[in-house]
Protein backbone atom coordinates (compact mmCIF):
# COMPACT_ATOMS: atom_id res chain seq x y z
CA UNK A 1 0.00 0.00 0.00
CA UNK A 2 1.23 3.61 -0.69
CA UNK A 3 1.74 5.91 1.83
CA UNK A 4 1.55 10.06 1.24
CA UNK A 5 5.70 9.65 1.77
CA UNK A 6 6.36 6.79 -0.73
CA UNK A 7 4.06 7.80 -3.91
CA UNK A 8 6.52 6.04 -6.50
CA UNK A 9 5.14 3.19 -9.08
CA UNK A 10 6.78 -0.09 -10.35
CA UNK A 11 6.32 -1.75 -13.11
CA UNK A 12 4.90 -4.43 -12.11
CA UNK A 13 2.31 -1.60 -10.39
CA UNK A 14 1.81 -0.39 -13.83
CA UNK A 15 1.15 -3.38 -15.90
CA UNK A 16 -1.78 -3.30 -13.98
CA UNK A 17 -3.28 0.26 -14.78
CA UNK A 18 -6.19 0.65 -17.54
CA UNK A 19 -6.00 3.13 -20.05
CA UNK A 20 -2.26 4.40 -21.37
CA UNK A 21 0.18 5.35 -19.00
CA UNK A 22 4.07 6.15 -19.05
CA UNK A 23 6.03 6.04 -15.72
CA UNK A 24 9.47 7.98 -15.33
CA UNK A 25 11.27 6.83 -12.38
CA UNK A 26 8.31 5.95 -10.79
CA UNK A 27 5.97 8.91 -11.37
CA UNK A 28 3.27 7.78 -13.86
CA UNK A 29 1.98 10.02 -16.40
CA UNK A 30 -1.13 9.67 -18.34
CA UNK A 31 -1.33 9.62 -22.03
CA UNK A 32 -4.64 10.57 -22.68
CA UNK A 33 -6.75 12.21 -24.27
CA UNK A 34 -5.39 10.05 -27.55
CA UNK A 35 -2.60 12.28 -30.01
CA UNK A 36 -4.28 15.39 -32.25
CA UNK A 37 -4.74 14.38 -36.04
CA UNK A 38 -2.02 16.86 -36.95
CA UNK A 39 0.50 14.91 -34.38
CA UNK A 40 -0.56 11.68 -35.72
CA UNK A 41 0.08 13.05 -39.49
CA UNK A 42 3.85 13.68 -38.58
CA UNK A 43 4.29 10.37 -36.86
CA UNK A 44 2.63 8.88 -39.81
CA UNK A 45 5.04 10.98 -41.98
CA UNK A 46 7.96 9.62 -40.21
CA UNK A 47 7.41 6.28 -40.44
CA UNK A 48 6.74 6.27 -43.82
CA UNK A 49 9.78 8.00 -44.75
CA UNK A 50 12.16 5.80 -42.49
CA UNK A 51 10.33 2.46 -43.04
CA UNK A 52 11.12 2.99 -47.03
CA UNK A 53 14.80 3.01 -46.06
CA UNK A 54 15.35 0.73 -43.79
CA UNK A 55 13.38 -2.23 -46.19
CA UNK A 56 16.54 -2.09 -47.59
CA UNK A 57 18.65 -2.30 -44.92
CA UNK A 58 20.66 -5.85 -44.06
CA UNK A 59 20.76 -4.69 -39.96
CA UNK A 60 17.59 -5.95 -38.16
CA UNK A 61 16.29 -2.42 -37.76
CA UNK A 62 12.72 -1.55 -37.37
CA UNK A 63 10.50 1.30 -37.28
CA UNK A 64 7.93 1.33 -34.58
CA UNK A 65 5.19 3.90 -33.21
CA UNK A 66 3.32 4.06 -30.16
CA UNK A 67 5.45 0.86 -28.19
CA UNK A 68 6.46 0.44 -24.89
CA UNK A 69 9.93 0.32 -24.06
CA UNK A 70 10.76 -0.82 -20.40
CA UNK A 71 14.04 0.34 -19.23
CA UNK A 72 13.73 -0.22 -15.51
CA UNK A 73 11.86 -1.73 -12.99
CA UNK A 74 10.15 2.09 -12.48
CA UNK A 75 10.84 3.31 -15.69
CA UNK A 76 8.53 2.50 -18.98
CA UNK A 77 7.90 5.32 -21.83
CA UNK A 78 6.30 4.94 -24.82
CA UNK A 79 7.77 7.29 -27.45
CA UNK A 80 6.30 8.60 -30.68
CA UNK A 81 8.41 7.03 -32.83
CA UNK A 82 11.45 5.07 -32.41
CA UNK A 83 13.78 3.15 -34.64
CA UNK A 84 15.46 0.15 -32.91
CA UNK A 85 17.93 -1.85 -34.49
CA UNK A 86 17.46 -5.41 -31.99
CA UNK A 87 14.76 -8.38 -31.43
CA UNK A 88 11.56 -7.26 -31.33
CA UNK A 89 9.64 -10.61 -30.45
CA UNK A 90 7.78 -9.30 -27.17
CA UNK A 91 9.37 -5.89 -25.93
CA UNK A 92 11.79 -3.22 -26.18
CA UNK A 93 14.28 -3.25 -23.13
CA UNK A 94 17.28 -1.61 -24.86
CA UNK A 95 18.01 1.98 -25.97
CA UNK A 96 16.34 2.52 -29.74
CA UNK A 97 18.84 4.28 -31.78
CA UNK A 98 16.56 7.02 -32.46
CA UNK A 99 13.76 8.31 -31.07
CA UNK A 100 10.75 11.24 -32.36
CA UNK A 101 8.82 12.78 -29.52
CA UNK A 102 5.62 15.39 -31.20
CA UNK A 103 5.57 17.83 -29.09
CA UNK A 104 2.64 19.68 -28.25
CA UNK A 105 1.89 22.15 -25.26
CA UNK A 106 0.61 19.44 -23.32
CA UNK A 107 3.38 17.40 -23.50
CA UNK A 108 6.38 20.03 -23.68
CA UNK A 109 7.79 19.71 -20.00
CA UNK A 110 7.91 15.79 -20.19
CA UNK A 111 9.53 15.44 -23.57
CA UNK A 112 11.72 18.67 -23.21
CA UNK A 113 12.52 18.04 -19.87
CA UNK A 114 12.28 14.19 -17.99
CA UNK A 115 12.03 12.19 -21.05
CA UNK A 116 15.38 14.66 -22.70
CA UNK A 117 17.33 13.84 -19.42
CA UNK A 118 15.64 9.94 -19.60
CA UNK A 119 16.98 9.34 -22.94
CA UNK A 120 20.54 11.00 -22.53
CA UNK A 121 21.25 8.75 -19.30
CA UNK A 122 20.01 5.77 -21.70
CA UNK A 123 22.09 6.43 -24.37
CA UNK A 124 19.71 6.92 -27.20
CA UNK A 125 21.60 7.87 -29.93
CA UNK A 126 19.42 10.70 -31.68
CA UNK A 127 16.65 12.52 -29.95
CA UNK A 128 14.17 14.38 -31.88
CA UNK A 129 11.65 17.17 -31.03
CA UNK A 130 9.67 17.57 -33.75
CA UNK A 131 7.00 20.88 -33.13
CA UNK A 132 4.27 20.73 -35.59
CA UNK A 133 3.35 24.35 -35.31
CA UNK A 134 6.26 26.05 -35.98
CA UNK A 135 7.04 23.22 -38.62
CA UNK A 136 10.71 22.81 -36.78
CA UNK A 137 12.56 20.15 -35.43
CA UNK A 138 15.43 19.78 -32.83
CA UNK A 139 17.88 17.26 -33.62
CA UNK A 140 19.61 16.13 -30.83
CA UNK A 141 22.98 13.74 -30.87
CA UNK A 142 24.60 11.52 -27.92
CA UNK A 143 27.78 12.08 -27.43
CA UNK A 144 30.29 11.42 -24.58
CA UNK A 145 27.21 10.64 -22.51
CA UNK A 146 25.73 13.34 -23.58
CA UNK A 147 23.24 15.41 -25.54
CA UNK A 148 24.82 17.68 -28.28
CA UNK A 149 22.38 19.87 -29.76
CA UNK A 150 23.23 19.28 -34.03
CA UNK A 151 20.52 21.84 -35.15
CA UNK A 152 17.12 23.19 -35.95
CA UNK A 153 15.38 21.75 -38.89
CA UNK A 154 12.69 22.82 -40.73
CA UNK A 155 12.91 21.79 -44.71
CA UNK A 156 16.33 20.38 -44.35
CA UNK A 157 17.38 16.74 -44.64
CA UNK A 158 19.24 15.24 -41.80
CA UNK A 159 21.45 12.16 -41.92
CA UNK A 160 21.62 9.83 -38.61
CA UNK A 161 24.72 7.66 -38.23
CA UNK A 162 22.71 4.60 -37.11
CA UNK A 163 23.07 0.83 -37.86
CA UNK A 164 21.40 2.08 -40.80
CA UNK A 165 21.89 4.48 -43.02
CA UNK A 166 18.84 6.89 -43.10
CA UNK A 167 17.94 10.19 -43.74
CA UNK A 168 14.83 12.63 -43.30
CA UNK A 169 13.87 15.23 -45.34
CA UNK A 170 11.38 17.59 -42.58
CA UNK A 171 9.67 19.45 -45.12
CA UNK A 172 7.64 16.40 -45.91
CA UNK A 173 7.03 15.53 -42.51
CA UNK A 174 5.43 18.71 -41.74
CA UNK A 175 1.15 19.59 -41.80
CA UNK A 176 0.41 21.36 -44.60
Known amino acids: MQTAIDLRYTLEDWRNW ?23 Y ?16 EAKCYVLQDLDWIISSDTVVRPDVMVVCDDIQNTITRPPEVIF ?8 STDERYKFELYQKEGVRYY ?28 EIFR ?17
Request: glycine share 4%.
Open 128 to 155: VLCYPALKKAKVYRWRNGKYIKEGDFRE
Open 101 to 108: EIVSEKNA
Open 42 to 57: VATKIIRYLDEQLETC
Open 160 to 176: FETSCSLSLEFKKIWFK
Open 18 to 40: EGSWELIQGFPIAMSPSPTPVHQ
